[in-house]
């Protein structure tokens, strides 16, 4: 199809004020949850900017409510662009549906439709009922991968569950002696705390709790928050002096139903915001991810950050319950057969049963390589 100069101008300038929105949206990843990330503008019937915004939190305006309010009378004849269908439904806020045609605009320009079914596709059929030009999909594809936590939620009830690891050129995440500090390079440690400031979850093992001692917090970052810190300590086997306890941010720790009263309340001292979730059902010393990602979803959390030692991540691979990984490789080899993988699982017989991922990014970080895979 040929398109004129005057269509590729609009096209153009859509995808030009739909990638402000994105990173209007991108200032509120991390805070929103159970909500998406929403940015908003509003141009005049002229074609010039007269109000953003961006949603905050769950319960705050959404996008649009604020872009409408700061251009005023500008509404009129304007247009909104924004990166999420809007809304038409009474949730937490009043329909944005609603606002829209109040405010005379007459044209809304959207990225990708919401996938909440009291929404999806409704938004759209209620402006276009209400002669407002609708078009939609613009930039969709990055539409979609920049509210992806939200997306996968809202189908399923699961949150987003990304595994990030470090290794070596050889693939090893530790030396036999458990040394494990530091594989990756400074650049890709700070990485690490922009991924844990947009995820709700950072979730690790006991071991890598006692190997480590790692915070799992963030740290360096402007106007940061804490991910909640879940831990997987069946046994409850963490010391009290790790380092985890020593920061009040949420943590659950999940662990088998069968432990006395005293030793649960023997943690319960150690943080202000510390919550079981406990497991009845432990075969073989190992619970049900799947059941625990139901539980975490319910608890509104979108998004699972999995800093995984080679266990975990064997049987979170195996299981299917990876949607992305993330893997720094460091120029280094440690050369030795019996330092350890960075995945454990059953030996597989054949090539062809192997956990295939295809390569969805990479960037080259200080010294390191990152790589962003997901499932094939
Ligand atoms: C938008 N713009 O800024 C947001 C939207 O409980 P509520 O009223 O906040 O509604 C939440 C739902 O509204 C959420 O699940 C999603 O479908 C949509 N979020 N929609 O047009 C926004 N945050
Ligand atoms: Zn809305």
């Known amino acids: 199809m040929q398109i004129n100069q005057e269509q590729f101008n609009d096209i153009t300038q859509a995808e030009y004020y739909m990638r402000e ?5 991108k200032k509120s990843l991390g805070r929103t949850s ?17 109000g953003k915004g961006y949603h905050k939190a769950a319960g705050a305006e959404h996008a649009e409510v604020i872009a409408i309010r700061e251009a005023g ?57 209400n002669n407002i030009k609708v078009y939609s999909c613009v930039l969709e594809s990055e539409g979609i991968e920049l509210n992806k936590f939200f997306f996968k939620w809202v189908k399923s009830k699961l949150p987003w569950v990304t595994l990030k690891q470090a290794q070596t050129l050889d693939g090893k995440v530790a030396l036999s002696n458990k040394q494990s500090k530091w594989i990756s390079g400074e ?26 001692n790692p915070e799992l917090t963030v740290r360096g970052i402007k106007n940061s928050r804490n991910p909640a810190r879940v831990i997987i300590d069946l046994n409850l086997i963490t010391k009290p002096d790790s380092n985890i ?33 406990q497991f009845p059902e432990v075969t073989k010393g190992k619970i049900n991810f799947k059941h625990l990602f139901e539980e975490l979803g319910k608890k509104d959390i979108l998004s699972i950050l999995v800093e995984a030692g080679p266990n975990l991540a064997g049987e979170l691979i195996s299981g299917g319950l990876v949607d992305e990984y993330i893997l720094f490789i460091a120029p280094k080899i440690f050369g ?40 094939k």
């Open 21 to 25: 929105c994105f990173e209007l949206a």
């Open 34 to 50: 159970p909500n998406p990330v929403v940015g908003a503008i509003i141009l005049d019937k002229n074609g010039f900017p007269s």
């Open 73 to 129: 009378e500008k509404t009129k004849g304007g247009t909104l662009i924004v990166n999420l269908e809007p809304c038409c439904h009474e949730g937490r806020t009043p329909p944005c549906t609603e606002l829209i045609i109040q405010s005379q605009i007459r044209e809304v320009i959207f990225s990708c439709h919401d996938a909440n079914p009291l929404v999806h596709k409704k938004g759209e059929g209620i402006l276009l009922k």
């Open 187 to 212: 650049f890709s440690g700070k990485e690490v705390h922009n991924l844990r400031n947009i995820y709700d979850a950072v979730l690790a093992g006991a071991r890598t709790v006692e190997i480590d």
């Open 245 to 277: 306890y020593k920061n009040d941010s949420v943590i659950y720790l999940v662990t088998r139903a069968d432990h006395s009263r005293d030793k649960l309340d023997n943690y319960l001292r150690l943080n202000n915001n510390l919550k079981f979730i």
């Open 336 to 375: 030795d057969s019996t330092a350890l993988s960075s995945v454990q699982m059953k030996p597989l017989d054949n090539i062809e049963n192997s956990y295939e991922f295809r390569l969805f990014d990479y960037k080259s970080i200080g010294n390191d390589l990152m790589l962003s895979l997901r499932p």
